[in-house]
C-alpha cells in the first residue's frame, strides 16, 4: 500500500492526488446511493403495485416492467460511474472505449437471438398480448401459459408437457376467451367388449397427439347400461375454443374406426355421438 502511495506521489502533485482521491470517493459513493435509491424505489413500486393492481395478469405485467426498468437504470448508473471514475485518475478512455466498442459488437452478433428474444418479451408484457393462465395457440402448438418471461414464455400443453418457446422466434400467438367448452360423447359398445373402454381412451388419446383439441385429458366411463342397446361408454370432453367443428366432424368417425380395428365394432344401427354439455343458469357444467 506505501508503495502504490508513494508511485501516485511521484506521478502526482500532492494536491492533485488528494483532489483526485476524493473524486474518486465521492464517485463511489454517489453511485452506491444511487444504486439504493433506485432499488428501494423499485421495491416500494412493487409492493404498491401488489395492493392497487387486483387483477393477477396486469399485476404481473406491471411488475415485471417495474422490475426490468430498475435493473436498466442500475446498469447507467455503474456505466457512468465507471467513466467518471477513469476520466478522475487522467486516464485516455479513447483506445478503451474503441476496444470495449470492438468486443461489444462481437458479442452483440453472438447474443443477437438473446436480444430478440428479450425485445420481443418486453412488447409481449407491454401489450398484455397473453398472460399467465391465458388458453393460447402459439405457431400452432395448444396450451395453457404457465409464466412469460423476458426470454421464454412456457406453455403446458393438453397433454401435460411443458414446452419453452422462445419469445423471439412466435410469429403468431391466439389467445380464447374461454378455458375450454365441455362436450359429451356416447360410445355404443357391442356384448362382450369389456376392454372397449381403454380402446376408446386411447383413441382419443390418438386423436389428441394428431390434431390437438383437448384443453385437458378426456375422462371415460365408467360404463353405462340402457335398454335400446347393450352399453355405452360416457366420455366427457374440454374443448379448445375454435377446435369444435374439428371434434364433432371427426371425432364420431375415428371412435368408430378404432373400435372396428381392434374386432371391438359398435353394434350395428348405432353411431357415437358428440354433443354439447348442458348447461346450467347459462353456463356450462
Not at 96 to 110: H, K, R
Not at 150 to 176: E, V
Amino acid at each position: 500500500m506505501h508503495s502504490l502511495w508513494t508511485a501516485l506521489a511521484r506521478l502526482y502533485p500532492i494536491e492533485t492526488l488528494i483532489s483526485r482521491m476524493v473524486g474518486l470517493i465521492a464517485v463511489i459513493v454517489g453511485a452506491l446511493v444511487a444504486s439504493t435509491l433506485v432499488g428501494r424505489a423499485v421495491r416500494a413500486a412493487v409492493a404498491a403495485s401488489e395492493r392497487r393492481v387486483p387483477d393477477p395478469v396486469h399485476r404481473q405485467r406491471v411488475v415485471t416492467l417495474l422490475l426490468l426498468i430498475g435493473s436498466i437504470s442500475r446498469y447507467i448508473i455503474v456505466f457512468f460511474a465507471a467513466f467518471y471514475l477513469l476520466l478522475n485518475l487522467g486516464l485516455n478512455i479513447g483506445p478503451l472505449i474503441m476496444g470495449v466498442g470492438i468486443v461489444g459488437l462481437a458479442v452483440g452478433f453472438g447474443a443477437q437471438n438473446l436480444v430478440r428474444d428479450v425485445v420481443s418479451g418486453f412488447f409481449i408484457i407491454l401489450e398484455g398480448q397473453y398472460g399467465v393462465g391465458d388458453l393460447v395457440e402459439i405457431n400452432g402448438m395448444f396450451g395453457a401459459v404457465e409464466e412469460v418471461g423476458l426470454r421464454i414464455t412456457k406453455l403446458r400443453d393438453p397433454n401435460g408437457q411443458l414446452r419453452f418457446l422462445p419469445n423471439g422466434a412466435i410469429t403468431q400467438a391466439n389467445r380464447y376467451t374461454e378455458r375450454g367448452i365441455a362436450y359429451t360423447a356416447a360410445v355404443p359398445l357391442a356384448e362382450g367388449a369389456y376392454e372397449a373402454a381403454a380402446l376408446v381412451q386411447q383413441a382419443l388419446w390418438d386423436f389428441d397427439q394428431e390434431l390437438h383439441v383437448f384443453v385437458a385429458a378426456p375422462t371415460v366411463g365408467p360404463v353405462q347400461t340402457l335398454k335400446s342397446y347393450a352399453r355405452i361408454v360416457p366420455v366427457t370432453l374440454s374443448v379448445i375454443p375454435g377446435r369444435q367443428t374439428v371434434v364433432t366432424e371427426k371425432l364420431p368417425g375415428r371412435l368408430t374406426a378404432a373400435l372396428a380395428r381392434a374386432g371391438r365394432p359398435i353394434p350395428e344401427g348405432t353411431e357415437v355421438t358428440v354433443t354439447v354439455a348442458p348447461t346450467q343458469g347459462g353456463r356450462q357444467v
